[in-house]
């Protein structure tokens, strides 16, 4: 698989200007971290995948939704998307992953620590500010429709 190999060094400069521990994969193009955050999941895997001309984050719950839930989990996350600028949840009916995903295209420039930074950032920003709801959800303790409505109106 071929990547931008200059974009994955400012990726890994905006990495290191936070001291957060990674591991990356130079045959492959992609960089995995943990992430502690402030909510009821408290933690979540980030995983960054390199491109020729961009890059996409991810982080991934630690909590999969199981067949009784997943039809309410996937109501929340749709809820959610909609009014959602940038990014989007996503969930995997095969296992119940709930991730959340940022894509950036930049074509053959490389972007500012700025917008590397945003683009880093946000999927584990999103899990943060919906977790508490996500997991109420995941847990069978809320419907998403309910869950969904408290978050957004948060």
């Not at 500010?129 to 847990?139: C, F, K, P, R």
């Amino acid at each position: 698989m071929s990547y931008s190999t200059s974009l994955a060094r400012a990726i890994s400069k905006y990495l290191d200007s936070q001291d957060w521990h990674y591991d990356f994969n130079a045959e492959k193009g992609f960089f995995k971290l943990g992430m502690n955050i402030s909510c009821k999941l408290k933690t979540c895997q980030v995983f960054i995948t390199v491109r020729d001309n961009g890059f996409s984050s991810i982080a991934i719950s630690p909590l999969n939704a199981d067949s009784d839930t997943q039809a309410e989990v996937t109501e929340f996350i749709t809820r959610l998307n909609f009014s959602l600028r940038d990014g989007a949840f996503k969930t995997d009916y095969s296992d119940g992953e709930v991730r959340y995903v940022n894509s950036l295209y930049c074509g053959d420039s490389i972007p500012s620590m700025d917008v590397i930074e945003r683009t880093v950032d946000l999927p584990f920003m999103m899990l943060r500010t919906y977790g508490d709801e996500l997991a109420s959800v995941i847990m069978g303790f809320s419907t998403g429709k309910a869950a969904a409505a408290k978050a957004l109106a948060d």
